[in-house]
């Protein structure tokens, strides 16, 4: 967090009275970098002059320009600025307001009032991260085509283990299988690193197969040891281009003496499934096979319900992006509930993911969701780390007759 007197904030405003009174508020929280614009021109001229300002403080409702209009013109800054709107009182325009910044990279620090609470202020000034678009935008590796082509050859590409948590009983259920790249000299690569280069370069049956290999056979060693959970794994859409993808995934659970029943396939449905009757005709055979079918990332699709309909899911997968809207926004907290009271309705099994916090934890637990995830309850972990997490969880378990309390592991 940056020491206040650092921080240069640029205060636009039409009303010379209420641009006064919020320079003193800041002044008052030790803020006295301030550049005071009474027009957008002469904030444009100030910011093209070449002026670095940390936050913006601007109205969202001016007559000739608008706040959304300079959020577009900051974007295009070398360092945006973070943004603070001073009029908004509409919660659901301010939504959408912070979505529009948050795809942009830029920080919107919040909504203040005319006479705007000190406490609520100095909220927004700690909050101010100068490294925010480096935070959401983690830097693209440079990874090509042959590189992953030899990483699968190799077998340096593994899954890591999140554990799934039946919210009634606190009791281990499962585990999300993500594939990690353990790159010798970039370290470990998460997924979303190189799922999509292997999209692009026709590499995900050789990886699925991979992946789905070492999770059976980490299954069948953690079934053995008494581990006795169910394992998700994620599919891409480009998996049901081909038709005997239920005989090859049935011929690998065979061969680890699994039964197909133990093992969740995840869809993301926000990439649509291009052929629906090739996907059909896997996905139902998939299902006929015993394997159960989760819809992952719900909500954040398009015809979202029309699959629900059309497709044998067994579990809906909530997208943590609900989870996090829910405690800030009362929509978002009514989406939440419907997609739980649909998910009871249609029998679904309904698993959040992106479990953060405690008050997430508890949120879960009100909706009576059926499974949760995230990072409160524990980080994908490698085999041997999960191992050795699900021996400790079980021990609290068993020495605690009492309703087992969550240890977070961070
Ligand atoms: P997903 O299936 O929705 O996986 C959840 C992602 O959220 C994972 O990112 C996980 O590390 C992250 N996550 C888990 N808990 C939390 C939390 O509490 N907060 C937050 N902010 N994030 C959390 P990851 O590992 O980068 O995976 C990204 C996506 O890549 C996955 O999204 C999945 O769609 C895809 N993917 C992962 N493994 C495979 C695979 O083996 N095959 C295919 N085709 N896709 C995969
Ligand atoms: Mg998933
Ligand atoms: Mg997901």
Redesign the pocket.
Known sequence: MPERQSIRCLLLDNNEQALNCLEQQLHAQGVFQTRLCQSPDDALQTLAAGDHFDIVFTKLHMPQFDGIEMIRHLNQQPQPSAVVLTDCRDNKLLGSVDLLAREKGMQLLGALDRRPNKQTLANMLDNYDPNYRRHCQPPRLALSPSMLRSAIFQRQIE??F?PQICVNSGRLVGA?????WRHPGKGII???HF?PLAEQCGL?PE??RL?FQFCCRQLQTWLKQGINISLS????PL?LDCLNLPETLCEITQRYNLKPEQIII?L?ESRVLQDLPTSLDILSRLRLRGFQLSL??YGTGHSSLEKLRQIPFTELKID?GFIRAASRQQDSLRILESIVELSKKLELKCVA????TPQDWELVQGLRCDTA????IA??LSNLKFESWAKHYRRGLLSSRAKPRLQPVR
């Open positions: 899954a890591f999140q999300e299988a993500l594939a990690y998460s997924a979303d799922i995900i990886l699925t992946v794994i994620n599919l891409s998996n995840e993301t992952d990332d943590k993911e992106g479990i953060e995830q995230g990072y409160y980080k994908p």
